[in-house]
């Protein structure tokens, strides 16, 4: 059973995550659309058969869609379920119980057969569409002959005429969305090739910078002593301000952040751009406190001055099965955001807080900065997504975030008001005993 139950998880996320960004359009076609089409089919072009309490029970079934980004928290880790159970009812459910009972009219014909083209758009991946429409079908059949519907030889009949257009709707819409995933992961699989190979390019420079600043390091202060005993003795030399000589020490100390600073960047976009499956198999049991103190103590902060507006306040520890380097980078990715808006902002600071839960754990990184506009928001998850510059953002960084976190089996959540704040919230699970 959980065998099955993996590739259907994996197959609601996927979909959940094609269909979000239309998530409040979609919910809003649903509010609007069922009572509307009530009045149409029952009084401006009567049909056979109407159904008040199914439409509203499907308007209603939208609203949440529609204040998705309004959901409590507690609440969101239910959404791809939710969806799904939406989905089912307003599409396949629905529209094949209502062709049954106006004896497969030619107006629910069509309707039917565009609700299995909006089935295809919206849910995206094969496995789901697969199990929605002949779950939902099955259910419209057993609904219509628990409603005293008699499946007589003329109505199966006219059904099944049409059920290979349906078909086909199906498995063409779906070879185009799988030729569609194929084509975007040859090109994933290119850049990831291509930054690998930049990636190398830049380690081997920066590994000598390293290196020489490692060597500087250990002469300088012998060089600025010999200097200074030189000078004493020969007044001629030519001077060097004492404070340019002490600055000597901090000046390298800043290289070598600088560079610790792009080699850890460089190990992020690598990681962020790889967007492997991960292997349960590989999860180990974790803390969600070692995976802080490991990300606060090598995160390549830019100066004490950024390391000070990190701040981690009193929280619950508590362990989950997960990958603790790929955490880690999670944690990187949303402490570098937040310091960015901080730092945009010009105040405020990232507050880190931990909390146990029924369901597991919880992970919050919270800053006070600039926060993110409202159009933006929807967008954050997409891949190559940035509303920052090419030199300031990848737009990967979330995206990686969400595919870790829905790889072992939690989520993550965003919560921003403009101007104010932004935090982000993971939901880890609990770890079975």
């Known amino acids: 059973m959980s065998c099955l139950l993996s590739p259907l998880q994996r197959a609601v996320h996927d979909g ?34 109407e159904n008040l309490l199914l439409r509203l029970v499907g308007a209603a079934l939208c609203v949440p869609l529609l204040l998705h980004r309004r ?9 791809p379920a939710y969806w799904m159970v939406v989905s089912l009812y307003t599409l396949p459910f629905f529209f094949t119980f209502m062709l049954l009972k106006n004896e497969v009219s030619t107006v629910w014909s069509m309707s039917t057969l565009a609700g299995v083209f909006l089935l295809v758009i919206l849910v995206h991946n094969w496995l789901l569409i697969a199990l929605l429409f002949t779950t939902g079908t099955g259910l419209a059949w057993a609904a219509y002959a628990f409603t005293g519907g008699e499946p007589n030889p003329l109505l199966v009949a006219r059904y099944w005429e049409q059920a290979p257009v349906y078909l086909f709707v199906l498995v063409a819409g779906s070879i185009f969305n799988l030729k569609s995933g194929l084509i975007q992961k040859e090109r994933m699989d290119a850049m990831l090739a291509i930054s690998r190979t930049i990636a190398h390019e830049l380690r081997t420079p920066l590994l000598g910078i390293r290196s020489g600043i490692g060597g500087l390091q250990r002469y300088v202060p012998r060089l600025v002593e010999g200097y200074e005993i030189a000078r004493r003795h020969d007044d001629t030399l030519p001077a060097i301000r004492h404070a340019h000589l002490r600055a000597l020490g901090s000046v390298l100390q800043r290289m ?4 610790d600073y792009s080699m850890a960047m460089i190990d992020m976009l690598l990681v962020n751009a790889a967007r ?21 103590a090598r995160y390549p902060f830019r100066s004490p001055v950024e390391r000070a507006r990190v701040r981690r306040s009193e929280s619950e520890d508590f362990a989950f099965r997960g990958p603790e380097i790929l955490v880690v980078h999670v944690i990187f990715n949303l402490l570098r955001n937040g310091l960015y808006a901080v730092a945009e902002a010009g105040r405020g600071e990232v507050t880190l807080r931990t909390r146990r839960t029924e369901r597991g754990g919880e992970l919050s990184v919270l800053d006070t900065g600039t926060g993110i506009p ?11 997504y940035s509303s920052r510059t090419a030199e300031t953002g990848s737009g990967i960084g979330l995206a990686f975030c969400r595919m870790v976190m829905e790889g072992i089996g939690g989520s993550i959540h965003c919560r921003t008001e403009y101007g104010e704040f932004t935090e982000f919230i993971l939901y880890f699970p609990r770890m079975d005993p």
């Open 374 to 384: 409202p159009e933006t928001l929807p967008r954050i998850y997409d891949r190559f």
């Open 276 to 296: 492997h499956k991960l292997d349960p198999g590989e999860f180990t049991s974790v803390r969600i406190s070692t995976c802080l103190d490991t990300a606060l």
């Open 256 to 259: 070598d952040r600088e560079t």
């Open 16 to 49: 959940m995550r094609h269909c979000e960004p239309n998530l409040t359009a979609v919910g809003a076609v649903g509010v609007v659309g069922f009572p509307l089409f009530f009045v149409i089919w029952e009084h401006w072009f009567p049909q056979p058969y």
């Open 71 to 79: 959901l409590p928290e507690a609440l969101r880790p239910h959404l």
